[in-house]
């Protein structure tokens, strides 16, 4: 099976597998699980930031980040097609009681001309706005393609919010993407930023977990909403091993896979029926378009005869997710289902 389902597909290697069944455990919720304050410890100095706590999930991680900037009534700032808007459930509004101002995008980037037209203040509206409080950044942008905020957008982006009197948080679900594909150090992307969740069980190959990143102060209360959330987890060190095997080994791993999509994306885009802005194919995603009138859901169920699996992002979109268990037979394979399946 060839899944390009998702890069959350990933299962733990055998290597992982060793290092989870030999982890140290204590009791997290407690403080004295030293595997999971080891993997805060690291992350939070790859990302120059004071401290860190571990998560179930980046949903979860999003979510208390909202939470702990954020009070009822306030709103966010973020892309129109973002993680935090389309695919958590309203847990903004839900969880935080905020509103939402959206942001059009270009290949999923922000601009941040946009970004301080979006900004909302109740003072000197008679009360009639929110408090914008929080402009969030998804990078890499998922709906983008898998696309990278360039450093000046981001740092501009930062300033525009923080001289607004706004917060900053970077959704870096896939910013270990970003970093390998940018060539940037991991602590200069995410330097204007108040707050930043990193994902593990993404293209780092771990089976779960997220952390959050902050000051001492921020995660200190960031803790208080883990719990209320219901992310308190005990022996939680086992999840963390895998974590810090993911930091240690598949990092740089992530070229691979970033040079599998685009030679997938470019043998598909050649192909009668289809098309891809290979423009947007900036890390290990290929956003293909279908462009003689059959569904996605058709198209789906014939690569899945060729045992090549995608899912659709809307009715004339599927999208392609290259990880850790994608190889270069898996593109070759790939490439020939689709021109199996092409336009006659």
């Known amino acids: 099976m060839i899944d390009l389902r998702s890069d959350t597909v990933t299962q733990p290697s055998a290597s992982m597998r060793s290092a989870i069944a030999a982890a140290e455990v204590g009791d997290d919720v407690l403080g004295d699980d030293p595997t999971v304050n080891e993997l805060q410890s690291r992350l939070a100095t790859m990302l120059g930031k004071q401290a860190g706590l571990f998560v179930p999930s980046g949903t979860m991680s999003n ?17 129109a097609d973002s993680h ?31 970004v301080e037209q979006a900004i909302r ?73 108040d707050s930043i969740s990193i994902c593990l069980s993404k293209g780092l190959g771990a089976p779960v977990g997220s952390v959050l990143l902050g000051s ?35 990092i740089e791993r992530l070229a691979d896979d970033h040079a599998r999509a685009l030679r997938l994306a470019e043998a598909v885009s050649a192909l009668d029926g289809f098309s891809v802005d290979l423009d947007g194919v900036q890390t290990n995603m290929a956003y293909i378009g279908i462009e003689d009138g059959r569904s996605p859901q058709e198209i789906i169920d ?42 006659p």
């Open 63 to 79: 979510a208390v980040a909202i939470r702990t900037h954020t009070s009822p009534g306030d709103e966010i700032i973020t892309a």
């Open 84 to 114: 935090v808007y389309l695919y958590e459930g309203g847990g903004y509004a839900a969880l935080s009681g905020c509103s939402i101002a959206l942001v059009p995008t270009d290949r999923g980037i922000m601009a941040p001309e946009d």
């Open 121 to 193: 203040k109740a003072s000197g509206s008679l009360s009639h706005f929110p408090d914008g409080s929080l402009v969030c950044v998804e990078n890499t942008a998922n709906r983008g393609g898998g696309t990278v905020y360039p450093q000046p957008v981001l740092d501009r982006i930062s300033e525009i919010a923080h001289d607004s009197g706004c917060s900053t948080h970077l959704d870096g679900a896939r910013m270990f993407n970003a970093v390998v594909a940018s060539g940037s150090d991991p602590a200069r992307l995410a330097s204007g930023y």
């Open 216 to 250: 001492e102060e921020f995660i200190a209360s960031a803790h208080r909403w883990r719990k209320l959330f219901g992310g308190g987890m005990r022996q939680a060190g086992v999840l963390a091993a895998a974590g810090l095997f993911a930091l240690e080994n598949n």
């Open 302 to 343: 014939r690569l899945a005869s060729h045992d090549v699996h995608l899912l659709s992002v809307d009715e004339h979109t599927l999208r392609a997710v290259t990880h850790l268990h994608v190889d270069d037979g898996d593109i070759d394979a790939s490439i020939a289902a689709f021109s199996s399946i092409q336009t």
